[in-house]
């Protein structure tokens, strides 16, 4: 996947130089980037404004909320069953001569809003179901602030063959660090990507310690507030592994030269280190509107979007080697990325199903990646390579969760009663 000829997010390059106030599309609205997104948003009106939003459905209330606040055109959900729910709420917020912003629904409103007359879509939705609308805000010409790292994991070639330079920005925090710091030199001079990870909850245990660990203990994140799923991949530090294929394909780095450490504090949210022997680290105290500021702004800042440190008050920061015997999920990452084709597609499907499965107390905690390990083994080495196709990228996916559904079932009789707490 490396024959791409420059990078699909390059801080050198303003995909459009636009000035004025910026129309964006938030789809995820409800979700953690997106109610975030919206709080910049609204603080900064005469940068920004939210002309359409898409949420899943479950949160009609807090969606009808956003729409009013934001007088939006357009509201998207994807579960249909949530139209009436989601007009009654809208009603009741909006007044009697107020027109209502119209309702698109289903699993296709979301890609159909992503290709909407806008500067900006932010993908902020969870999963991989995030794909199409990445694809359709790339063909429509739309910059895309991308939050949804999954999109660019299982469909990596796909994205590389329709984005221009330019036209990603990354919001996860560590790739808009990595984004941030590359824009002090020159890509030839890169020697290394280094991506910090806080270590999650169970940083400094054993694998062997982590076996009764339960989804209470998972969620407890130490630094981020951030939705289950996400949690709980940063928990096994699947997450980490996601990334670091994320920053192959975004930076065209080769594997061997990205590089994880844990740092506890989340202050440094990544760093790049230059040939000349220079680390170029981007540190802000742990707040996810500095990214999404980075995501809808570049190449402008946002002024005060996040909170700044207070230097006058004393603090240590930490780093660590990463433990890949406890944390096997970065190697098993590389190996996937470096196969291509449907493999990332097929650990990223395995690993949605087995968080599913561990949250509801049907998996224990180190059953997410035996199972998701054993899974790619029986996928093997994908046959599609560079010409991978959305077909291919669905059939992979509906098998491994399939195969993934029946491999963990396995565990369940194995299962203490505590780890269903």
């Known amino acids: 996947m490396s024959d791409c000829p420059a990078p699909l997010a390059d801080p050198h390059i303003a995909f459009d130089p636009t000035e004025g106030r910026r129309d964006i599309v938030v789809l995820g609205s409800t979700g953690s980037i997106g109610t975030q997104a919206i709080d910049l948003v609204l603080r900064n009106p005469d940068r920004f404004r939210v002309t359409a939003l898409s949420a899943a459905g479950g949160r009609v209330e807090l969606l009808a909320e956003q729409a009013r606040r934001l007088r939006v055109r357009t509201v998207a959900v994807a579960r249909e069953e949530a139209v009436p729910a989601l007009r009654e709420a809208l009603a009741g917020r909006y007044g009697t001569a107020e027109p209502l912003p119209e309702i698109l629904a289903g699993p296709d409103a979301a890609t159909e809003l992503a290709a909407s007359d806008c500067h900006t879509v932010l993908n902020g939705i969870t999963g991989s179901i995030g794909l199409a609308p990445t694809l359709a805000a790339l ?10 790292k999954e999109s660019l994991i299982v469909g990596g070639p796909l994205v590389k063959a329709l984005a221009r330079p330019g ?15 590359l824009a002090a030199g020159a890509r030839a001079d890169v020697r290394k990507l280094v991506v910090t990870a806080s270590g999650g909850p169970f940083r400094g245990r054993t694998k062997a310690e ?5 989804p209470k203990d998972a969620l407890a994140h130490p630094t981020w507030a951030m939705g289950p799923v996400i949690t709980v991949n940063s928990a096994t530090l699947v997450n980490k592994g996601l990334e670091v294929i994320e920053a192959h394909l975004l930076y065209d780095i080769p594997f061997e030269r990205i590089e994880v450490v844990v740092h506890p504090q989340s202050y440094v949210h990544s760093m790049v ?3 000349d022997g220079s680390t170029l680290a981007q540190a802000t105290p742990p707040d996810m509107r500095g990214p999404i500021a980075v995501g809808l702004g570049w190449p402008h800042r946002v002024p005060d979007a996040a909170p700044a440190f207070d230097w006058t008050t004393a603090s240590t920061w930490e780093f660590f080697p990463l433990d890949t015997e406890a944390f096997p999920s970065v190697g098993l990452a590389r190996h996937v990325g470096t196969l291509g084709g449907t493999a990332p597609a097929v650990f990223n499907a395995a690993n949605e199903e087995c968080v599913d499965a561990f949250l509801a107390g049907r998996l224990p905690f180190n ?4 199972t998701v390990t054993e899974v790619v083994a029986e996928h093997g080495t994908p046959r599609t390579g560079t010409s991978l196709t959305v077909a291919d990228v669905l059939e992979a996916e509906t098998w491994a969760r399939a195969r993934a559904r029946e491999t963990a079932a396995t565990f369940s009789e194995e299962q203490p009663a505590e780890a269903r707490a």
Do not use: K
């Open 139 to 148: 063909t429509a010409g739309r910059t895309l602030a991308l939050a949804n």
């Open 167 to 181: 036209q990603i920005i990354p919001v996860d925090s560590e790739h808009a660090a990595l984004f941030q710091a």
């Open 210 to 214: 982590l076996a009764h660990v339960t």
């Open 273 to 275: 280190e230059f040939n």
């Open 367 to 370: 059953g997410i990646m035996d």
